[in-house]
């Protein structure tokens, strides 16, 4: 399948930084990818859709202002956590849509864990 | 919006026998269907997928059923192994613009 890099995979910040997360991809363009939020033993809860040279459409409930999305080129996509608090410790990974092999296809990055102290 | 449930939540099998997980979904928009398996501390791998213009695929042990007048379709796997043992989801898309998932089923594949 198609391949999908995450990274950084694991991060650990003090309250009030912010972190940058980078989900590119290797092998294909995605003019589409997205950002999900898992908490343990949880679903994958979408946060929102990233556009290639557009706004991304966030989902109802996660702040803008906080989860700050870039999707600058067809093979990257960032996501930056704004003065991050105890409360964002999470696992984040981002996802892309693979057009070119059947459509639909969504194909996952490796994640991103979270800890903010 | 979409919303997709998922039952069972756990799910304990001997080696062996069948495993079947459900999912029912609420946009009739919808027209995908993939099911991701995810080991733990790994990303979700797409193991099977249906469109809504086919009611049954099948790829070795597994398989997945749509019943598009119903909003629900399901996982099956037979002969079990215990390699199995995962947390598998069921999501549904609208031509692939969003994908909403269900909320996991653990499933344990006892030798």
């Known amino acids: 399948g198609a391949v999908v890099s995450q990274h950084p995979s694991r991060v650990i910040c003090k309250s009030g930084t912010s972190v940058k997360i980078e989900c590119r991809s290797l092998d294909f363009q995605a003019t589409t990818m997205f950002w999900y939020r898992q908490f343990p033993k949880k679903s994958l809860m979408l946060m929102a859709t990233?556009?290639?040279?557009?706004?991304?459409?966030?989902e109802q409930g996660v702040e803008k202002d906080k989860f700050l999305i870039n999707h600058a080129s067809l093979t990257l996509s960032t996501l930056t956590v704004t003065s991050a608090h105890p409360e964002d410790s999470s696992f984040y990974i981002c996802s892309a849509r693979d057009r070119s092999r059947g459509g639909e296809k969504l194909f996952f990055g490796s994640g991103t864990q979270l800890s903010v102290l | 919006g979409e919303n997709v449930e998922q039952h069972p939540s756990t799910l304990s099998v001997q080696e062996g026998d069948s495993a079947v997980i459900k999912c029912t979904y609420s946009?009739?928009?919808?027209?995908?269907f993939p099911w991701y398996k995810q080991e733990l501390g790994k990303r979700p791998q797409l193991i099977i997928d249906?469109?809504?213009?086919?009611g049954e695929k099948k790829d070795q042990r597994i398989a997945v059923t749509l019943n598009k007048t119903a909003k629900h379709f399901s996982l099956h796997i037979t002969e079990t192994q215990p390699e199995d043992s995962a947390v598998y989801f069921c999501?549904?898309?609208?031509?692939?613009?969003?994908?909403?998932f269900g909320t996991g089923t653990s499933l344990t594949v006892i030798p």
């Open positions: 249906i469109r809504s213009n086919v």
């Open positions: 999501a549904a898309s609208n031509a692939g613009n969003q994908f909403y």
């Open positions: 946009d009739s928009a919808s027209n995908y």
């Open positions: 990233s556009n290639e040279g557009s706004k991304a459409t966030y």
